[in-house]
């Protein structure tokens, strides 16, 4: 990384752990050889944060994390791609925490404003080849801070 690193965490497994920067990147590192096997970019990703969190899949799959502009992005790690992004809308500010469920059927994100959302689990397509790439968040609930 070229910026401070926001969160350092391992995955489900124990095999990677992942390090998010300011410098709108995520790092994949391998404990087994500590070497960095992918480092995951977006052009359109932006952490301008110095508490942004990302959050693994329990099933090692996928990594998220929410950008400044209050968009959710979801890493497919084994190809070092963007599986789907969630556009601005719901969140109207910049999103720094995130957070699946232990079973993988929920991913719950909060933004600077103080909305909670959570997003249902749901089959999704991969953008690049079109096959099925595991469950990824798609459909909505969201609450405001009162």
């Not at 809308?89 to 910049?94: D, P, Y």
Request: proline content about 4%.
């Amino acid at each position: 990384h070229t910026q401070q690193i926001t969160n350092v965490l391992y995955s489900p497994s124990g095999t990677y752990i992942s390090t998010l920067s300011r410098d709108n990147s995520i790092r994949i590192v391998d404990t087994r050889t500590w070497s960095s096997v992918h480092t995951l970019r977006h052009p359109d990703f932006k952490n301008s944060l110095s508490w942004t969190q990302a959050a693994w899949s329990p099933d090692n799959q996928f990594i998220v994390a929410g950008s400044s502009d209050g968009a959710l992005y979801y890493w497919n790690v084994a190809k070092a791609e963007v599986a789907k992004v969630i556009k601005p809308g719901t969140h109207t500010s910049a999103i720094p925490g995130v957070a699946w469920t232990h079973n993988g059927q929920y991913v719950a994100s909060c933004d600077k404003a103080g909305a909670i959302v959570l997003w249902e689990a749901a089959s999704a397509r991969d953008s690049v080849s079109g096959s099925s790439s595991g469950s990824l968040p798609s459909s909505m609930a969201a609450a405001r801070r009162q």
